[in-house]
């Protein structure tokens, strides 16, 4: 059973455009969700993450924006530029304070990223 | 900063054959993870760790192994290889508390059982 489902699976977007990604949850429990982003050959790296106690975050081009009610959660990244072209995972878990044991992360399927110059 | 370092990076077994993937960080984390990764499906996470010595399931723990008799490392060992383990697998770490919780990664080991 996937925890957090993500989509599209991959999308093209030409530069200067919007990119969105879509990912939705049903455990309530869950209450940390970062987004990390994957080049060729590399390992996934933290891009931005969100608690849901805020409705948004953004960090330079990127956003997340975050509907607790329809417990969904979606990655827009501003003026999207070739550099940006790689995968995304979004994640959920319980977020670890200070003294607790970090939950554990699931990872949605991804989606690849492509930005045309 | 060599944060986290994983070895081999490429690797080709036979069907039945056994290997251990190397994992070895040096950013002084207690959590350790490992994940494998098949296209279109995410990560998955196969076993983690909370300190040396203390080891425990993940989501697709069957036809592994691991062991954690220090802070740095954490192999991972395929005792019987299937075609089933073929994946890219990824070691990481973190804190394990503080306000991110984020997790390092290494840059990959790319398994084929043929």
């Known amino acids: 059973q996937q925890q957090v489902k993500q989509s599209p699976q991959s999308l093209i977007v030409q530069k200067g455009g919007i990119s969105i990604i879509n990912c939705a949850y049903e455990n309530t429990a869950f209450d940390y969700f970062p987004w990390y982003q994957q080049f060729p050959g590399k390992g996934p790296a933290l891009l931005i993450a969100?608690?849901?106690?805020?409705s948004e975050k953004k960090e330079g081009r990127f956003t997340i924006s975050f509907n607790k009610s329809a417990k969904q959660f979606s990655l827009h990244i501003m003026d999207s530029q070739p550099g940006d072209s790689a995968t995304y995972f979004c994640?959920?878990?319980?977020?670890?304070?200070?003294?607790?044991?970090?939950?554990?992360?699931?990872f949605g399927r991804g989606t690849q990223l492509t930005v045309w110059p | 900063n060599a944060g986290v370092t994983q070895t081999p990076k490429f690797r080709i077994l036979k069907i039945g054959q056994s290997m251990t993937l190397q994992c070895t960080q040096d950013m002084n984390h207690n959590y350790m993870y490992w994940y494998r990764q098949d296209p279109g499906m995410g990560l998955k996470l196969i076993y983690y760790?909370?300190?040396?010595?203390?080891?425990d399931k993940g989501e697709v723990p069957n036809g592994y192994n691991v062991s954690r008799s220090t802070t740095e490392d954490f192999p991972l060992r395929l005792e019987l290889a299937a075609p089933s383990q073929t994946s890219v697998y990824f070691c990481?770490?973190?804190?394990?508390?503080?306000?991110?919780?984020?997790?390092?990664f290494g840059e990959g080991s790319r398994l084929t059982v043929l």
């Open positions: 969100i608690r849901p106690d805020v």
């Open positions: 760790s909370v300190g040396a010595g203390i080891t």
């Open positions: 990481a770490s973190s804190t394990g508390t503080g306000e991110t919780g984020e997790l390092f």
């Open positions: 994640a959920a878990s319980i977020r670890p304070g200070r003294g607790s044991t970090l939950g554990r992360l699931y």
